[in-house]
C-alpha cells in the first residue's frame, strides 16, 4: 500500500469519523428518561473506534453525489447499531475487554448490559426515521428497508457462530467461515454502508448487488485480519483482549485450517480443548493451540486468503465505484481494500 | 400442482467452471473435493491459498446471490429483485412513493416560485444592459467557487481605482452596470459631442479580480479643450459594454 | 401447453436470432434475460458445400487439410470436410468435401426478400465465386477459360450433368431466419450471457452457443458444451469434469 494511498485512508476515517461522532451525540444525550441508561449507551461511543461504517455510508453517498449531511443520519444510526451490536456480542463471547477496557456486561452486570444494547438499537431507529423528513418519505423507507435485511442478516449470522460453538462444530469448511462471515460482518460492516450511501447519492437508481460484491470481499478480508490481530497482533493497540477468540473457541479461518491439517494426536487434543467452556480453557491451553497453528501454517494461510479477498475487493470496486468521478470519497473506498492488510 | 409436487431440476454442486491449474491433470471426480470449490477444505499449499481464496468467494457471493433471488421470486419479487416484495405490500410501497414525490415536487415547485427573481432580464445590446426593475443593485450573493484555470467572477458590484493625470481642471465620472466583470477591459476612446473635437486616448483599464476592482488610468492632455468627453469600456469576454467613463474638462482659471 | 401435464422440465435451444421471438414474456419480466437479449448479436451467412471427384492436392492446394478464414468474399472461410466423406452414404465416396461460409450481408433496407429468393443469391454467389476466386485455392480445378470446372463436382445419379447445372446438387443455403443465424461474441457483450447451469428457474435451462458455457464463441463446439451442460444441469450428467474444455486455467 502506497503512503499516499493510507495517507487518503487515514485523513478521510478521521475526518468522517469527528463527523459521525459529533452528530451520534446529539441522539445520546437526553434531559428526558432514566440519565443512567443514556450514559450507559454512551460508554462504547466514547471509548473511541474508527467509525469505518459510517465512514464507508459518508463516502459512499458522497461518491455519488449526495451530501455529507444528507448521509450523516444514516452513518449514525449505524453506529449506534454497531455498538449495541458490541454490548451484546461481548455478552455472548464472554468477552473481558472492548476498546481496551473492560466490557459493559463486567463492569455492570448482564442485565443491564443487555438493556443497553437494546436502547443503543432501539436509539437507532430516531436518525433512520430523521431520513424521512430529510431525504423524503420514499428514500427513508428504502433505507429502512434496507436495515432490516442488514439487521436480519446480521441476527443469522450470529446465530450460526453461536450454534458452531454450541454444537463444537469441527468439521467446518472455509466455505462455511465466509458464508458465516458474509451474514455476521460483511453487511452491517461494509455492504449495508454502500448500499445506503449510494441509495442515498443515486435516489434509490442504482443496481445495488454490486456493492454486495465489493462489501463482502472487503468486509471478510477485514473480519480476517481481525482475526489475525486477536492472535499476532499488537496487544497495546489491538483493544481486545489477546487470544480471546481461542478462549471462546471463536471458529476462525485459521482454527478452521488446523482442524484440517493437524495430525491425529493433535486433532484429537485440539478437540477435547474446543469442548471445554471458555471458563475451563486455561492461558496454556490457549497458547498451545496458537503454537501448532503456526506450525502448521494456520496463520499465513489466513493471510494469503485475506491477500487474495483483498485483490478481489479491488477488482469489485471498479465494478461497484468504476463510474464515479474522482474525489477523495472515492480515493478512500479504492484504498480501503489495501488499508484492511495494513491496519494494526 | 403446487411447487413441491412438480418436478425440478436438480440442485447443482457447481454452476461455474473451475479457472485453476488444480484440475489440469487430474479431473476430480464429480462432488469430491474441488479446489476452489464450497466443498474444499483449505488449501495445502501456500502458493495455491490466494487463487483459491479469489475463486472460493466468488463461489461463495454468487450463491448467495442465486439464493436470494429464488426467494425473492418465491415470494413474488422479481428473479433478480434482491429485495422481498410481496403484492399488496409492494403496491402500498408504491403509493406511498408516488405521493411522497409529488409532495417533494410541490415543495420545490413552492420553494423555486419564492425564490425566483422577479426581476426580468435586462435586454442586452450594443446600448444596454438597461437597468430595469426594482433596484440597480443585484441582491448579495457569495461569490460561488470556481473550477481550476476559470475566472473568477464575483457578482458584487465592483470598486473603482482612478489615476487621473492631468495638469488640468476635471471631473471625471465612472459608472458601472450590474453585470459581472470577466475580463480583460477596454475602454473606448473618450469623445466629445463635436465630432472634430480631439479624443481622450490610451486609457488603461484593468479588472482584478483578487480585490474585484476596476482600476482606471487616464492621461489627459494639457491642451484638450473644455467640454465634456465620453466613452464606453467592455467585456472582452463578451464584447458588451460595462459602463461609461466621462470626464469634464472644466474652464481653467 | 401446460406444466406437469404437457412437460416438466423445459430446454431452450433456438438460436440466437430466435429469442426475441420465442422469449417475450422471459424478457418483460426478468432483467437478466433482458440484458442478454439485448446484448446478444448475431449475423445471417451463406454457406457452400461442395463434393468433389479429386482430392484437394490433386486440385493444387498443397498445405494439407485445412480450415481458413480471410479468403474473399463472399465466402472468405474454407473448412476442408473430406474426413466424413465416409460417413456419408454415397455408392461412390468423394475424394473431397470442401464447405464455405461467410457473412451474408442483410437485405437492403425497404426490401423483404424471401428466403428463396435470398437462397438464389447465395446460389449466384456461389456460381461467380466458383469461376472467379476459388481457382486462387485450387489452381486445378480452372478450365482453360479460367472458369471452374464443373465436372469436379461429384452428383448424384440421375441429376443433371451439365456445366454449371450441376452445382445444383450442391449444397447451399442463406442461414437468414432468425434461429439460424450466426452467434457473435462482441466485446463486452459476454458477461451478460446466461449459463446452462444458471438456477434462477428451477425447470428450465438453455443452450446454444450464445449461452456462458465456457466457449463463448459461436461454433459447433461451443454448441455441444452448452448441450452437454444443460443436460448436466436437467439431470446431473455428465459430470461437469467430463465436459472437455469447461473448467481450465
Redesign the interface.
Given at each position: 500500500m502506497s503512503t499516499a494511498d493510507g495517507q487518503v485512508v487515514a485523513s478521510q476515517l478521521k475526518a468522517y469519523g469527528e463527523l459521525a461522532r459529533m452528530h451520534l451525540w446529539e441522539y445520546l444525550k437526553t434531559e428526558r428518561g432514566p440519565q443512567e441508561l443514556y450514559r450507559l449507551a454512551a460508554e462504547y461511543p466514547r471509548r473511541g473506534g474508527r467509525s469505518l461504517r459510517a465512514s464507508l455510508c459518508i463516502a459512499a453517498a458522497r461518491c455519488f453525489g449526495a451530501s455529507t449531511a444528507e448521509s450523516l443520519d444514516s452513518a449514525v444510526a449505524l453506529e449506534l447499531l454497531h455498538n449495541g451490536f458490541l454490548v451484546h456480542d461481548d455478552i455472548e463471547d464472554e468477552s473481558e475487554q472492548r476498546r481496551g477496557l473492560p466490557t459493559l456486561h463486567l463492569l455492570h452486570g448482564i442485565p443491564t448490559a443487555l438493556n443497553v444494547g437494546d436502547a443503543l438499537a432501539v436509539l437507532s431507529l430516531q436518525p433512520l426515521l430523521r431520513n424521512c423528513s430529510l431525504l423524503?418519505?420514499?428514500l427513508g423507507?428504502r433505507i429502512l428497508?434496507e436495515t432490516e435485511?442488514m439487521a436480519r442478516e446480521s441476527v443469522e449470522g450470529q446465530a450460526l457462530e453461536l450454534e458452531w460453538r454450541r454444537t463444537n462444530a469441527i468439521n467446518l469448511?472455509?466455505?462455511d467461515y465466509?458464508?458465516m462471515i458474509?451474514k455476521k460482518t460483511c453487511w452491517y460492516t461494509t455492504i449495508y454502508p454502500c448500499r445506503v450511501g449510494a441509495i442515498i447519492g443515486t435516489r434509490d437508481n442504482v443496481d445495488?448487488?454490486r456493492f454486495?460484491?465489493y462489501g463482502?470481499?472487503l468486509g471478510?478480508a477485514f473480519q480476517i485480519q481481525d482475526d489475525l490481530l486477536n492472535l499476532v497482533g499488537d496487544t497495546d493497540r489491538y483493544g481486545k483482549e489477546p487470544s480471546g477468540d481461542l478462549l471462546e473457541g471463536k471458529r476462525t479461518?485459521m482454527l478452521?485450517?488446523l482442524l484440517?491439517?493437524a495430525p491425529a494426536r493433535e486433532l484429537r487434543r485440539l478437540r477435547s480443548l474446543l469442548r471445554l467452556e471458555r471458563s475451563e480453557r486455561t492461558p496454556q491451553q490457549v497458547g498451545w493451540i496458537l503454537d501448532v497453528m503456526k506450525h502448521h501454517?494456520s496463520i499465513?494461510?489466513a493471510r494469503?486468503?485475506a491477500?487474495?479477498?483483498v485483490?478481489?475487493a479491488t477488482h469489485e470496486f471498479t465494478a461497484a465505484f468504476g463510474d464515479t468521478a474522482d474525489s477523495d470519497a472515492r480515493r478512500f473506498l479504492e484504498a480501503l481494500p489495501s488499508w484492511v492488510l495494513e491496519r494494526t | 400442482m403446487t411447487a413441491s409436487e412438480r418436478a425440478k431440476k436438480p440442485r447443482l454442486k457447481r454452476t461455474k467452471p473451475i479457472r485453476s491449474w488444480s484440475g489440469v491433470f487430474e479431473p476430480p471426480p464429480e462432488g469430491a473435493s474441488v479446489a476452489g470449490s464450497p466443498a474444499s477444505g483449505p488449501a495445502t499449499n501456500g502458493a495455491k491459498a490466494v487463487p483459491e481464496a479469489v475463486q472460493l468467494g466468488y463461489t461463495v457471493i454468487q450463491d448467495y446471490l442465486n439464493e436470494a433471488r429464488q426467494e425473492a421470486q418465491r415470494i413474488g419479487g422479481t428473479p433478480r429483485d434482491t429485495r422481498a416484495s410481496a403484492g399488496p405490500e409492494r403496491l402500498t410501497q408504491r403509493l406511498f412513493q408516488y405521493t411522497s414525490d409529488l409532495t417533494n415536487l410541490w415543495l420545490e415547485v413552492l420553494q423555486a416560485s419564492t425564490q425566483r427573481d422577479t426581476r426580468r432580464e435586462p435586454p442586452r445590446g450594443t446600448a444596454g444592459p438597461f437597468v430595469n426593475g426594482y433596484h440597480a443593485e443585484p441582491a448579495p450573493s457569495p461569490t460561488p467557487a470556481a473550477p481550476q484555470g476559470a475566472p473568477v467572477v464575483s457578482l458584487q458590484s465592483p470598486s473603482v481605482s482612478l489615476k487621473l493625470c492631468t495638469s488640468r481642471r476635471v471631473e471625471a465620472t465612472i459608472e458601472l452596470r450590474p453585470a459581472p466583470i470577466v475580463g480583460p477591459l477596454v475602454a473606448h476612446e473618450l469623445r466629445a459631442a463635436d465630432p472634430d473635437a480631439p479624443r481622450v486616448q490610451g486609457i488603461e483599464l484593468e479588472y482584478r479580480s483578487t480585490e474585484n476592482r476596476v482600476h482606471v488610468s487616464i492621461r489627459i492632455p494639457s491642451d484638450l479643450p473644455e467640454g465634456v468627453y465620453s466613452g464606453l469600456f467592455l467585456d472582452r469576454s463578451d464584447n458588451l459594454p460595462r459602463g461609461t467613463l466621462t470626464v469634464t474638462v472644466l474652464p481653467q482659471d | 401447453m401446460k406444466l406437469g401435464r404437457d412437460f416438466d422440465l423445459a430446454l431452450l435451444g433456438v438460436g440466437v436470432g430466435a429469442l426475441p421471438y420465442v422469449s417475450r414474456q422471459l424478457i418483460e419480466r426478468d432483467p437478466a434475460w433482458r440484458s442478454m437479449v439485448e446484448h446478444s448479436a448475431s449475423v445471417p451467412t451463406q454457406a457452400l458445400q461442395l463434393w468433389l471427384s479429386e482430392d484437394f492436392e490433386s486440385l493444387g492446394w498443397r498445405s494439407g487439410p485445412v480450415n481458413l478464414s480471410g479468403f474473399v468474399q463472399p465466402f472468405d472461410t474454407w473448412a476442408d470436410m473430406s474426413h466424413l466423406a465416409p460417413e456419408e452414404s454415397w455408392p461412390v465416396a468423394p475424394r473431397a468435401i470442401a464447405y464455405f461460409c461467410s457473412v451474408f450481408p442483410d437485405a437492403p433496407p425497404g426490401t423483404q426478400p424471401s428466403t428463396d429468393e435470398r437462397n438464389e443469391e447465395v446460389f449466384e454467389n456461389a456460381r461467380r465465386f466458383l469461376n472467379r476466386d476459388v481457382g486462387w485455392l485450387w489452381p486445378g480445378a480452372k478450365q482453360p477459360t479460367g472458369d471452374f470446372l464443373w465436372d469436379l463436382l461429384v452428383v448424384p445419379p440421375g441429376t443433371p450433368q451439365d456445366g454449371e447445372a450441376r452445382l445444383r446438387s450442391q449444397f447451399w443455403r442463406a442461414n437468414v431466419r432468425p434461429s439460424d443465424r450466426y452467434t457473435l461474441a462482441l466485446p463486452g457483450t459476454l458477461q451478460f450471457r446466461i449459463s446452462p447451469l444458471d438456477p434462477s428457474y428451477d425447470n428450465f435451462a438453455v443452450c446454444g452457443d450464445w449461452t456462458d458455457c465456457g466457449f463463448n464463441e459461436g461454433c459447433v463446439e461451443s454448441a455441444v458444451m452448452s448441450g452437454r451442460l444443460a443436460a448436466h444441469a436437467l439431470c446431473g450428467f455428465p459430470a461437469l469434469s467430463e465436459i472437455v474444455g469447461y473448467d481450465h486455467p
Open positions: 423524503g418519505g420514499r423507507l428497508q435485511c469448511l472455509p466455505a465466509l458464508q458474509l445495488l448487488d454486495i460484491r463482502f470481499f471478510a479461518l478452521i485450517h484440517h491439517q501454517g499465513d494461510y494469503q486468503v491477500h487474495g479477498l485483490g478481489a | - | -
